[in-house]
């Protein structure tokens, strides 16, 4: 089945400095890779997503690249400020199982201002 | 609009005992998903309904959970003779459909099992 690896678990960065998130993901049928952000006690917020048609997408600060040949995709946040601190998610979808998401372990993310 | 509600949003019970958990998707959102969140870990699917069937119940951790959807909409989670290592937040999501990926998310219900 599929598998999606997230690396690192923590990333500590400086304000104003970017952040990068990778995911690598094994089941070349997967065709989304959604981004939800995850502030303590709160539920998960899509914060930008991705199909497989297009391999880079931008939305203000954040944006995400995509390899389907490599089978990975990466979470860029630049400019980073203190509110952006909480865990980030990656996420494949199994077309075949109706599109349910096999999520990565996490990154927490720590801006220090 | 109203996004996902659940319900209780704490739940403590006794290792042993039944619990039902509630979930209310976006109106007009065919496809429910369940997934759960053990403290500092990720989300592991459980289970997901179009309509009211479940073609997929393969996230399912052991025969003491099951799920139901009935209308179309409120789904409930329920989970027999609950042990410790169920303690867990359980998510709900929803999408406009299978086959439209994008997945809202509701609060969530924490559950503590003594």
């Known amino acids: 089945g599929e598998n999606v690896e997230q690396h690192p678990s923590t990333l500590s960065v400086q304000e104003g400095d970017s952040a990068v998130i990778k995911c690598t993901y094994s089941?070349?049928?997967?065709?989304?890779f959604p981004w939800y952000k995850q502030e303590l006690g709160k539920r998960p917020q899509l914060i930008i997503d991705?199909?497989?048609?297009?391999g880079e997408k931008k939305d203000q600060r954040i944006a995400v690249t995509l390899n389907k040949t490599a089978k990975h995709f990466s979470l860029h946040i630049t400019e980073t400020q203190p509110e952006d601190s909480a865990v980030y998610f990656c996420?494949?979808?199994?077309?075949?199982?109706?599109?349910?998401?096999?999520f990565g372990a996490g990154t927490i993310l720590r801006v220090k201002s | 609009g109203a996004g996902v509600s659940q319900s209780p949003s704490n739940k403590v019970t006794e290792k042993g005992k039944d619990v039902e958990l509630r979930c209310d998707p976006i109106?007009?959102?065919?496809?429910l998903y369940w997934y759960r969140q053990s403290l500092g870990q990720g989300l592991e699917f459980l289970i997901y309904?179009?309509?009211?069937?479940?073609?997929?119940k393969s996230g399912l951790p052991s025969d003491r959970f099951s799920a139901e959807r009935t209308g179309g909409s409120v789904s409930t989670l329920t989970i027999q003779r609950t042990q410790q290592e169920d303690s867990a937040v359980y998510l709900c999501?929803?999408?406009?459909?299978?086959?439209?990926?994008?997945?809202?998310f509701g609060p969530g219900t924490r559950l503590l099992v003594l």
């Open positions: 999501a929803s999408s406009p459909r299978v086959g439209e990926e994008t997945q809202y």
């Open positions: 089941d070349s049928a997967s065709n989304y």
């Open positions: 991705i199909r497989s048609n297009v």
């Open positions: 996420a494949a979808s199994i077309p075949e199982y109706g599109n349910k998401l096999v």
């Open positions: 109106s007009g959102h065919t496809a």
């Open positions: 309904f179009q309509g009211n069937s479940a073609p997929d």
